[in-house]
């Protein structure tokens, strides 16, 4: 195997997984592309039509496999999970969904897989602690996909309000990838300018900030009602996460990262920005928060460690 050869081992081939799998091919990432779910013929399916737009796009060796084919991947991403139901929070999927990883997982490590994982199943903070917890791998390359969904959204909705290319928003949703995220507004610019003060230019109130945030976090409900997943932004914010791993870019990402001392937090995942290249995660930033919005980061923690530890106790995990 060349030096440059890069292998992504895609676990999970419903929505989300087969949009990221589209991803990696329309954007050129990794050269070997290996799809695993318990719906093999979906997956063997799902492999040519993808292989039929190498054609176009960029070449790739695309295939129906095994958790075995992990044994020399760089990357292993896992969108497998039950589907969030209309109605029915992230939250509420944390039991069915623990046992689901805990038996993807462990034929993974036993295949000997040295590499990354990247987490979207929800509810992916809970989900990507899992990961690490089951796997015994480094924090650093355990990464969540964490608010980077939610950021994505933010952005969008901001650039919209501002007339703006939602690239040049420099605003990030923090905390659970969940009903407790919230944004950093105080901290937040454009074009290097406070995204405060675009607001006062433009006749933007505070309540008018919180009525964004508030369709951001509920966003997810509205699309779900109307189509029955999502599946689109996601796939897209963790191809954007790959492409930083396997282009080793150091590019600042919000992501589920382990907090050791962040925040004054401990021993959990939660989104945050953070450096990501070839070792995972590089460094957690530690964007400074108002007085409001630590509190806001702390709430969604607590919520967060609430629901993991009944959820592990739940599954005889604990001690």
């Known amino acids: 195997m060349s030096k440059n050869h890069q292998k992504v081992v895609l676990v999970g081939d419903g929505a989300v997984g087969s949009s990221y799998a589209f991803a990696l091919m329309q954007q050129g990432l990794a050269e070997e592309l290996v799809i695993v779910d318990i719906a093999k013929e979906r997956t063997v399916g799902d492999a040519m039509d993808l292989e039929d737009a190498a054609g176009w796009a960029f070449n790739k060796n695309v295939y129906s496999g095994s958790y075995e084919d992990a044994?020399?991947?760089?990357?292993?991403?896992?969108?497998?999970?039950?589907?969030?139901?209309?109605?029915?929070?992230?939250l509420d999927l944390v039991d069915k969904n623990l046992k689901i990883i805990k038996a993807v997982v462990s034929p993974i490590v036993e295949a000997g897989f040295d590499g990354i994982f990247l987490v979207a199943a929800n509810p992916v903070d809970i989900l990507t602690l899992a990961v690490q917890k089951f796997s015994g791998f480094p924090k650093n390359r355990v990464i969540g996909s964490g608010t980077s969904l939610d950021t994505s959204r933010?952005?969008?909705?901001?650039?919209?309000k501002f007339n703006v290319d939602p690239r040049s928003v420099h605003a990030y949703i923090l905390g659970e990838h969940g009903d407790s995220e919230f944004a950093n507004f105080d901290e937040a610019t454009i074009a290097g300018r406070p995204l405060k003060d675009w607001a006062a230019e433009a006749g933007v109130t505070d309540a008018d900030l919180e009525e964004i945030l508030d369709a951001v976090v509920h966003k997810a409900y509205a699309i779900i009602e109307r189509?029955?997943?999502t599946f689109y932004g996601v796939a897209t914010a963790l191809a954007r996460i790959t492409r930083a791993i396997l282009r080793d870019e150091k590019s600042v990402l919000p992501v589920g990262a382990w907090m050791s001392g962040q925040y004054g937090l401990n021993d959990i995942y939660i989104g945050t920005p953070a450096i990501i290249g070839a070792d995972g995660i590089e460094n957690v930033i530690e964007t400074q928060l108002s007085a409001d919005e630590l509190a806001k980061m702390q709430a969604s923690a607590a919520t967060l460690k609430e629901i993991a530890e009944g959820g592990f106790q739940r599954l005889g995990e604990l001690n």
């Open 227 to 229: 189509k029955g997943a």
């Open 154 to 160: 933010l952005r969008v909705s901001l650039g919209k």
């Open 71 to 90: 044994r020399d991947a760089d990357l292993v991403v896992i969108t497998a999970g039950a589907p969030q139901k209309p109605g029915e929070t992230r």
